[in-house]
Nanobody, 126 residues
Framework: QVQLVESGGGWVQAGGSLRVSCAAS????????MAWFRQAPGKEREFVAA????????RYADGVKGRFTISRDNAKNTVYLQMNSLKPEDTAVYYC???????????????????WGQGTQVTVSS
């Protein structure tokens, strides 16, 4: 029903910036939360940031707070992740996700989202 497509990944040196985007398509799209997760080789997928689609309230993982900013454009069905002061440990495949069923608080686990993109690679070199 809903397809999510990430873009904007690439290579950047430590301290640099990058913005990744996620565009949603479908007959209808009205999520409660959109989020970014990331997964490095050999590691579990971890929460990065989430945004309430209607209120614009955001939540961030402790490791990225102050460096990353999640935002959305409801008219374009697009969510963004601006990443500043990037570190080598930020290297991962970044996935966007949508939760389309009701939630009163941001969901932090991958299994709490029902739509996923294919991911975009972000590589940060030292």
């Amino acid at each position: 029903q809903v397809q999510l497509v990430e873009s904007g990944g690439g290579w950047v040196q430590a301290g640099g910036s990058l913005r990744v985007s996620c565009a949603a398509s479908g007959r209808t799209f009205s999520p409660y939360f959109m989020a970014w997760f990331r997964q490095a080789p050999g590691k579990e997928r971890e929460f990065v940031a989430a945004i309430n689609w209607s209120t614009d309230v955001t939540r961030y993982a402790d490791g990225v707070k102050g460096r990353f900013t999640i935002s959305r454009d409801n008219a374009k069905n697009t969510v963004y992740l601006q990443m500043n002061s990037l570190k080598p440990e930020d290297t991962a495949v970044y996935y966007c996700a949508a939760r389309t069923y009701y939630s009163t608080t941001p969901r932090l686990s991958p299994n709490e989202y029902d739509y996923w993109g294919q991911g975009t690679q972000v590589t940060v070199s030292s």
